[in-house]
């Protein structure tokens, strides 16, 4: 589990910009090919007013705007996992822009355990059918010149994983920045020691390897931050750096879990990412979300 199912190409050095979206602390980056046009929009972010029930487009609008004035081709839209603090904004995007939507295989788990705490009937699919293509541990993509590789990093979620693209890895949650530490474990069908395994799949890259988070807080007041390197990770991270075990990580998680708040917009979320990011409807056909009571 451990070992890293492909030879990274630290050669190959895709060029990165990040988009912060300051109402979830979510990031979201474009991945483009030094030798092509051709780029991939890793977990975008539809805008949600949860109390009035009102999506709008503006982060997803800056996206496609920086895609456009650059003259990009979008070939993919990556969900590293189904998030639960933020709307995926990839049906809006690939209407625009085009481009497959692909996440992790294990998205028929993360189906069928919501699709139950949702109560959503017979229509509702729970293969997957709703993304372009579902990732195998190990598979690989083509984003332009580059080869893109799917890494199996569940624990934080079971359909999690890590996206390598040359020296640069989009971790999704599975890690932080060093002062940030790990993300929760505690979503039905998280683990923390499966994430502890995770985190040292991700660690067994090259130390020079970049890697993008997905979510920043600016712990302890300092900037937002969403780059580091495996090194810096495995020297600093407060939760797994410098060789903890196992053991410790695994009781430190659990305790912390337990005190966390239920992020404020986990019930849209789920339902709207578990089906590829788009809003599920009601009998009539239109647009509608649930909230299940005492379920979380
Ligand atoms: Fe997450």
Redesign the pocket.
Known sequence: MQDVPFIPELSVKPEVTAFFDEATNTVTYVVKDPNSNACAIVDSVMDIDYASGRITYESADKVIDFVKANGLQVEWLIET?V???HLSAAPYIQQKLGGKIGIGANITVVQDTFGKIFNEGTEFQRDGSQFDRLFEDGDSYEIGTMTAHALYTPG??PACMTHVVGDAAFV??TLFMPDGGS?RADFPGGDAGVLYDSIQRVLALPDETRLFM?HDYGPNGRDIQWETTVAEEKAHNIHVGQGKSREEFIQFRTERDASLAVPKLILPSLQVNMRAGEVPTDARGRPMLKVPVNAF
């Open positions: 996992h998030h639960a603090d934080h979620t999704g949650d993300a997905c």
